[in-house]
């Protein structure tokens, strides 16, 4: 069965500084992999997938992922945070379903904070 | 992508008591989702509404707690039956959309915030 951790349930950062959010998966294949982000009082919105295409994956508002096969990783990155950032973010990864369909796996969250 | 309304967007129920919850999609999609985010939580899937047949529901949850409506490709229902303050949550639908890639991408509604007293 497909599983995610996220390493940090909470992460804080400086506006302007880099943002580092953790995932590892566990996957008997190669999995797809998504990251999602979930701001106060709203639902769900797609960050970046992973399709077994190019490894570093860049997704909407400056944010990419890179999966890494080799430590099971699909850690999401942003290069400088801005206060519109601070939201819960959630890594998933989808598992096989027999009815032709991929069904998902959500991670535990990480609250990203971000400070003036 | 899909464009996905929940109706009622909160609300505030007495133990007991049903509500059903709407979910919406602008566009023909191939299959629909609910999910339930408990306080503080991350998402838990429910069950996987099928057009035309049953649902197909996941481990601890059941049809009679839970009955689903998926009268066509645009529409669901989810029912949260007999309420107790256990069942305050989130509940959100997703629909996936075929990309032309082999990985479905699911979009998710906005969520019904659920309160039981």
């Known amino acids: 069965a497909q599983s995610v951790t996220q390493l940090d349930s909470h992460v804080s950062v400086s506006e302007g500084t880099p943002v580092l959010l953790r995932c590892n998966y566990s996957s008997s294949y190669s999995p797809s992999l998504f990251w999602y982000v979930q701001h106060p009082n709203k639902g769900l919105q797609l960050l970046l997938k992973?399709?077994?295409?190019?490894?570093l994956v860049k997704g909407i508002n400056g944010f990419e992922a890179e999966f890494k096969k080799s430590e099971t990783s699909f850690h999401l990155t942003k290069p400088s945070a801005h206060m519109s950032d601070a939201a819960e973010y959630f890594c998933v990864v989808s598992d096989k379903f027999s009815g032709g369909y991929n069904k998902l796996i959500f991670g535990a969250g990480t609250r990203l904070a971000v400070h003036p | 992508s899909a464009v996905i309304s929940q109706k009622p967007s909160r609300d505030i129920c007495q133990r007991g008591t049903s509500l059903t919850i709407q979910c919406q999609v602008d566009?023909?999609?191939?299959?629909m989702f609910w999910y339930r985010q408990q306080p503080g939580q991350s998402l838990t899937l429910i069950a996987t509404?099928?057009?035309?047949?049953?649902?197909?529901?996941e481990s601890g949850f059941v049809i009679d707690k839970f009955p689903i409506s998926r009268p066509n490709l645009t529409f669901s229902t989810l029912t949260v039956s007999n309420m107790s303050p256990e069942d305050s949550s989130i509940y959100l639908c997703?629909?996936?959309?075929?990309?032309?890639?082999?990985?479905?991408?699911?979009?998710f509604g906005p969520g019904t915030r659920l309160t039981v007293l």
């Open positions: 509404a099928n057009q035309g047949s049953e649902a197909t529901y």
């Open positions: 566009s023909q999609v191939t299959m």
């Open positions: 997703s629909a996936t959309m075929k990309n032309g890639d082999t990985t479905d991408t699911q979009y």
């Open positions: 992973y399709t077994s295409a190019a490894t």
